[in-house]
């Protein structure tokens, strides 16, 4: 039985190492203008989505099931403070000119990270929008808030669900899932699992707590499921902090034998930060938010983790 675990330990470790590793997302060999693999996501003439003079960060791409297109919803600085933005994606990869979110949703506070996905609650199917807002000092800390979106041009629907305290950044498992489940972190060397709870329509408030048995600090992390032949578990990405620099590092954690990967040996080396990363299963595209631009702010970028070599190119 131990030598069986060991194997299965051992070829999964191998597999999941491979699939970064060889694309070249994790590659320490690439350069920090690696165009061929990597490309800054832009709107098309009818707008900007990455700016110049401000930052964009916390992307998550959603694919609407409801019209079968693509958004990519961020957060920008452009108007002051931080709000909530969303673009669509049109076949070729391109953006429209991005559209801020309501008054309900954004306020004069900053508000990051949004993930949006559809759920079951009670017997109905609704769209909605989980987002972190930081209040300012004294006025009760940072919470994660949600609320019911409509699924066509996402104003907002109803009040915010349960808030969920002391979070740093969120993602989102199983997106293509009716129930869900919320990744948050807390700056900790450890994030938390919020499922959904389709009886209440909100997310559970007592959490999973999943240790990742690790030194670094996880400062936004987001996955998806896999059975990579032998065992099932949680494939991500996490962002970290090494030598004063954001880091975008790959692990797995088993479900199967509850045993953590991490490949710390094999980060995507770049002499900027990289940082908020989210998984577009649809393509295995991750988007991400990096300082590498030149222009000392932070714009949105894309990496094809599978098929790098195919990557869109996006004019600069």
């Given at each position: ?87 669509e994606m049109d076949n070729k990869g391109k953006f429209s000119k991005p559209t801020k979110m309501d008054a309900n949703i ?211």
């Amino acid at each position: 039985m131990q030598v069986r675990f060991f194997m299965k330990t051992f070829f999964l470790a191998s597999i999941l190492l491979s699939l970064f590793y060889c694309s070249g997302y994790f590659n320490m060999d690439n350069s920090d203008e690696a165009d061929g693999d990597l490309s800054l996501a832009l709107a098309d003439g009818s707008g900007y989505l990455s700016t110049d003079n401000y930052n964009e960060i916390t992307p998550f791409l959603y694919r609407n099931p409801d019209n079968g297109k693509a958004y990519l919803f961020f957060a920008s600085d452009r108007d002051g403070n931080y709000d909530i933005y969303y673009a669509e994606m049109d076949n070729k990869g391109k953006f429209s000119k991005p559209t801020k979110m309501d008054a309900n949703i954004n306020t004069t506070n900053d508000e990051t990270s949004p993930v949006v996905f559809k759920a079951l609650a009670f017997t109905n199917t609704n769209t909605y929008v989980t987002f972190i807002r930081i209040q300012p000092p004294g006025a009760g800390g940072t919470f994660v808030y949600t609320r019911k979106i409509d699924p066509f041009n996402f104003t907002n629907l109803s009040a915010s669900a349960s808030s969920l305290s002391a979070s740093s950044n969120v993602g989102l498992l199983n997106k293509n899932s009716l129930t869900p489940t919320l990744l948050r972190t807390t700056n900790g060397n450890d994030f938390y699992q919020n499922e959904w709870d389709t009886i209440s329509g909100e997310w559970q408030i007592e959490p999973t707590s999943r240790d990742f048995n690790s030194t670094l600090p996880i400062y936004g992390i987001d996955g998806f499921y896999t059975n990579f032949f032998l065992a099932d578990g949680f494939g991500f990405i996490f962002t970290t902090i090494i030598s004063g620099k954001y880091r975008l590092y790959g692990g797995f954690i088993s479900d199967e034998m509850s045993t953590n990967y991490a490949y710390s040996v094999s980060e995507y080396i770049s002499s900027y930060n990289d940082k908020d990363p989210c998984i577009d299963l649809a393509t295995m595209k991750v988007y991400f938010a990096s300082d590498r631009y030149g222009k000392g702010n932070y714009d949105l970028y894309r990496y094809n983790i599978l098929t790098f070599d195919e990557v869109m190119q996006l004019p600069k």
